[in-house]
């Protein structure tokens, strides 16, 4: 995503499954299922990333090696290649994934989706004249 930082492949890797709460940590999690929270995708922790002022890209077609159903990842860079960090307050994956997992469920695009659907009855109908013929 970012046109300066060429090479994402020394990057840290982060899938959308180390946060969700709906999984098991063999499914994959990897924080206290107090601290994850639910479903969250790669968009919403790329949002997240920039917020904190991170470097990152978004993987489209990537899977998660346990579950392949699972697609996409983020590729977070954390360290400066002279090794200062590009926010102080993230130093480790554990800490990144802790921040993250509090910032998506107060992301703008997940309070959006709470709200329930309206729903038009206008639809075309069907007429109640064909029933079981008798042979």
Partial sequence: MNGEF?????????????????????????ISLSKACENPTCAEIGDCC????????IEIDKAYPRDFMQRGRVR???KMEDGTLFNPAISSRKQLML??????PR???RTKK????STSGAGP?????????KR
Wanted: net charge positive; proline share 10%; no cysteine.
């Fill in 6 to 30: 060429p090479n994402i492949k020394k990057w840290i890797v982060f899938y959308p499954v180390y946060i969700n709460s709906k999984k098991t940590v063999a499914e994959g999690r990897r």
């Fill in 50 to 57: 920039s917020h904190l002022k991170l470097p990152y890209a």
């Fill in 76 to 78: 977070v860079l954390l």
């Fill in 99 to 104: 921040h993250i997992a509090e910032l998506v």
């Fill in 107 to 109: 992301h703008p695009g």
């Fill in 114 to 117: 709470q709200e329930p659907p």
């Fill in 125 to 133: 109908s069907k007429s109640g004249k064909g029933g079981k013929k």
